[in-house]
Structures are given as C-alpha cells and as structure tokens.
C-alpha cells in the first residue's frame, strides 16, 4: 500500500519559497544584476524622499521585473528537463520567457525615469547650468584628447592594440566622452535630461558588448569609460566662456 505523501507545513512551504529565490540569486547572473539595480532604487528613492504613491510605483515594477525573471529561471529549467536535443519549440519557449523579462525591465526604466526624472534634473541644473555655456568645437577636441590618452595609456601599458584590447578601453572612453559632451552641449534644454539618459545608456551597451565579446575586462572598460568622462568634463569647465 502507498502512502500518501505528506502536505508540506505553512512553515515548510515558505522556506521553499525562500530557498527557490535564493537558487534564482545563486545561479541566475541577471537576476543577481535585476536585484542589485532594485537595492539601489529603493536607496535613491529614499535619498530623494519620493511620494508614497511614486514607491508604490517603483515597487511594483521591481516586483514585476523580479517575478518575471525568476518565471523565466523555471521555464528554462522545465524545458531543459524535457527535452534532451534541440528542439525549435523549447527554443521559442525560452525566448517568450525572455521577453516577459525585457517587457518587465523596460517598463521599470520607464517607470523610474518618470519618478527620478524631474528631481535629478533639478539637481544637477545648477553644475550643469555653469559648464554648458561652451562652444561645441570643444567637444571635437575633448575626443581627441581622449583618444591620444587612450593609445598613450595602452603604449605605457604595453598591452593590447590602439584599436583592440589593452588597458583602458578606448570604446568606452569615448563613448562616456561622448555622453558628457552631449550632457554639457545641450545646455538648459528641455529634454536634456532625457537625451543625456538614453546617451549614456548607449555607452553603458558599448561597455558591456565590450566585456561580453572578451576583448576588454571590466576594470578596462570601466578605467576607460572614467577617462572619457573625466577629461570631458576638463575640458568644458577649463574652456567654457
């Protein structure tokens, strides 16, 4: 005779749950990505003392965005289970779970520009205000610069090529230049912030292609993407009218 298998406790069953998060932020890198980004939201929420209903907002898309991740974890894990070869099906099963996550993620950046938007704006127009007020040859020259750090740098080193490898980066150094510049070029413009945001996204995906293509380490990339920012920054401020 069988015996019937025993219901888990309430007890037991919340400790599963646990574990089962737990296995998602052990195994999973970008649910340990989602989940770093989500500490720091609810940190800066708290520095810039949203409204109750903004939290209630942002708290919903980080649970939306966690959720979908962790759904996606165990789509990928039942199909590996199922299926032992390739199987067209199994792959568009694991592709609709990926993009259940990237619908979540893109709707918590919306959700996020729209809460920190107006409040980092108003934050960074004063130093912003000070330093924009420069003529936009000076960003043709702040590239330049930054490319002949960027080939000296690597000379010095002795690693890697002008064009390829080696300490810093010098994709990201110019593709963070390039976002400063923009972010000082554009003055007190409407949209500043919002063109500023999406050009340093685009560097952020230049960095990361980077990493993800083995051609630089992150400590190349993120060296490089300072060194642009930085020598920008000088440059605008040391020449600006």
């Avoid at 890198?29 to 800066?44: E, P």
Wanted: cysteine-free; glycine content about 8%; aromatic content about 8%.
């Amino acid at each position: 005779m069988i015996t019937p298998r025993r219901r888990p406790s309430i007890f037991e069953s919340f400790n599963f749950a646990i574990e089962g998060i737990i296995h998602v932020l052990r195994t999973q890198r970008n649910m340990r990505i989602h989940f770093g980004v989500a500490v720091a939201v609810l940190v800066t929420a708290l520095a810039f003392d949203v409204s109750r209903l903004e939290l209630i907002a942002l708290l919903i898309a980080i649970a939306f965005v966690l959720i979908a991740e962790m759904f996606n974890t165990a789509v990928e894990a039942a199909v590996d289970v199922a299926s032992t070869s390739f199987d067209p099906m199994a792959k568009l099963a694991k592709d609709i779970g990926a993009g259940a996550v990237l619908i979540a993620s893109i709707n918590a950046i919306a959700v996020g520009y729209l809460v920190f938007s107006g409040q980092v704006a108003d934050e960074s127009s004063r130093l912003l205000d000070k330093l924009s007020e420069a003529p936009a040859e000076l960003t043709l020259i702040a590239l330049v610069l930054t490319i002949a750090l960027v080939i000296a740098l690597k000379a010095f080193s002795g690693r890697g090529s002008p064009l390829r490898g080696g300490w810093p980066s010098g994709h990201a150094a110019v593709a963070f230049a390039a976002w400063m510049a923009v972010t000082l070029v554009l003055g007190d413009t409407e949209h500043r912030f919002l063109v500023s945001s999406l050009t340093l996204i685009m560097a952020l995906l230049v960095a990361q292609t980077r990493i993800e293509a083995g051609v630089h380490s992150a400590l190349e990339v993120a060296s490089g993407g300072v060194l642009g920012a930085l020598v920008t920054l000088v440059i605008f401020q040391g020449f600006s009218a």
